[in-house]
């Protein structure tokens, strides 16, 4: 464990294997990206994402702002999905999954790609026409892209 936090998860007997918690990623659909601003304060954005090849991807405003005016280069960040979840009222307790990746956050150098992946991901049956959107909208969004370098998975099912 060369980055991210330097602990062991204390609920073992919970915790994914690489290849579950990856699944959660896949299917998930939105999560709460976390940085620290240039203030010194803790950001906790949700976002809708796309995840390929050990990466995150997401899009946002490219109007000035809290996340666009902290990220100039590379920024470490923590990322956070919950996956299905499941109220337990008689035991007082839930059944869930979630994963907590940590990484590395820049803008994107390949805006269109990384908003093609968002576009496969929610509107694969309108994959030309998002193309055509995505293209019209370069000026108007930022691209994150978030290399993920530690990543930890949980359940209870």
Do not use: W
């Not at 980055?3 to 579950?20: A, C, S």
């Not at 995150?56 to 702002?65: S, V």
């Not at 979840?85 to 035991?91: I, R």
Request: net charge negative; charged share 30%; glycine share 8%.
């Amino acid at each position: 464990m060369e980055q991210g936090i330097k602990r062991e998860m204390r609920r073992k007997d919970r915790q994914l294997l690489p290849e579950e918690a990856e699944t959660v990623l896949l299917a998930g659909k939105y999560g709460v990206l976390s940085i620290i601003c240039e203030d010194g304060y803790p950001y906790g954005l949700p976002l809708s994402y796309a995840y390929d090849d050990g990466k995150l991807y997401f899009h946002h405003t490219a109007e000035p702002g809290l996340l666009n005016d902290s990220v100039s280069g590379e920024v470490r960040a923590c990322f956070t999905v919950v996956g299905n979840t499941e109220l337990l009222p008689e035991k007082f307790s839930t059944k869930y999954e979630s994963v907590i990746a940590f990484g590395k956050l820049k803008k994107s150098e390949d805006k269109l790609g990384a908003l093609m992946r968002l576009v496969r991901k929610f509107s694969p049956d309108f994959e030309e026409k998002g193309r055509r959107y995505a293209a019209s909208s370069l000026d108007e969004v930022a691209v994150y892209e978030f290399e993920i370098e530690q990543m930890t998975g949980k359940a209870r099912r």
